[in-house]
């Protein structure tokens, strides 16, 4: 059973050796220098047989590497952590490894004959050669050259000799040689002739068997390959054991002697059984007991070790991504408060600039109202002086000039007609100067309703006390006085009523205002005709309605509301 370090770091090169000759040649990457320096230390390690410190390396670059995504270097160190625990006896451990690296593994992967070269070795070691037999023969199938196949043909001949089929071994190591393809490779061209003279042995061809097993004995110890030498020894011993038991407990002394100086535990114990068997004394017995027992111990271990580093790296794995989780799920929480706050302090301002522009849009039509209800009431005023004055005033100088004033009749008329005149000069002042809005408003506005009350109208006032004209503002005031005094204005032009009634009341959070009068009234399309619009536009400056109700020969009525 092979299971020496450098047994295994070579038979992993020969498969990835075009690979790593690729990474050399790469341009560096920063973000990598990190994982690769904790993998470079983790191969010392596996140089220096230290084990456990090598696999928490390797698995801890491993981790770096899959935040970088970095497949090929995932799968190399998980290729290393497989071997280390085969190393060390662990298989099963060591094909879960295996099978963790196969979804990293791309088309046409340099690292795949490996793998599945690695999945053998560990099915061989438990026995189950024909799922060995499979493994061997995908490598040998994913592998780039004629060298790197010699190796799983090897392997597969290896499988073959101790399933009994030594004709199938024998055909296949012949092959290797015959293609030449490892006469630059000594070790394991000596390895391939050993297997050949065992199997040949296996056979019963004993001479041809003893001959090529000396030849691969020869080549090893002038490459000084140690390592492969023992199992030169162990096929010598076997080979002797029935015929020689002197020489077959020879080499086996020979083989445990260069096992314990390799440190190779189980190459040990394998020496010792030959020496057992072939009746070399209890203390050998002893010593494979001894050693047995402590190597139980010591990979079951191993196994435990191994479990709980990788264990922990996940466990830190999960850690770190459920750390990472809450940072960004904070950070998210962070952003979401201060977009909710910029949304807000947006809407804010927004509601601040609309707001902004209905007031000044309010501001503007009342101010438009305004202006038009000026220019009405100078349009009023200039009709009246000009309509109704300017005649009295023309009609009294021509008056003057064609009577004789010194007649005292003469002299009485000119009297009334300037006094008419100065009457209809303070009802013009009346109808346009300032309104009192004061405490006196109520009475000032039933005053200014009764001057209209003569012998031919009578004007009716009532619950005109029902309001509470202090809590009104001024200008709905001004609004309401403006306004009754048009339609007052209007009746004794337009309407010839004899009966007008203005009634107040209070309902809550507004006031009515009731106008009928009996006069001859008027169509509805002459209702701006005859000024009723700049009532409309006051009453709609203070967010108040008019409604107006007219027929010919029925009368004239409106209704005005407002709110307090």
Known sequence: MLRSPFFFIIIILSFISCKEKITVSAKPD??????????????NELQKSNYNSAFYYFNKSKVTFES???SSNIVFNLLQMATIQQINGDYYGS?????EALPYIKKDDDYIAAINNQFGIADKELSLYNDALSYYNLALKDAKDEASKQSPLNNIAVIYIKQEQYDKAIEILESILNTKALDEFVKSKARV????????FKK?????GLQYMNESLELRIKADDFYGSLESYFHLTEFFSKTDIKKSNDYAKKAYEIATKLNSVDER?????????GNSGSAYAQKYISINDSIIKVRNNFKNKFAKIKYDSKKEKDENQKLRLEKVENEFALQKAENQKILFLSGFIILCIVLFFVKKNHQSKTRAVKIKTAYDTETRIAKDIHDELANDVFNTITFTQTQALEIANV???LIQKLDHIYARVRGISRENNDIDTAANFASNLKDMLSTYNTNNTNVIINSIEKINWDIIDDIKKVTVHRVLQELMVNMKKHSQASLVVVKFDNTGKSISIDYTDNGKGCKKEQIVKNGMQNMENRIMAIKGTIIFDTEPNKGFKVKITLPK
């Open 204 to 208: 019963g061809l004993n001479e041809k």
């Open 68 to 70: 970088l995504k970095d």
């Open 193 to 200: 002739i050993d297997n050949l003279g065992f199997a040949y």
């Open 411 to 413: 002299k009485e008329t």
């Open 30 to 43: 920063n973000s990598k220098k990190e994982p690769k320096l904790i993998q470079e230390k983790a191969i």
């Open 269 to 277: 114990l394998r020496a010792l059984s030959f020496l057992i068997s």
């Open 95 to 99: 094909k879960e490894t295996l099978t």
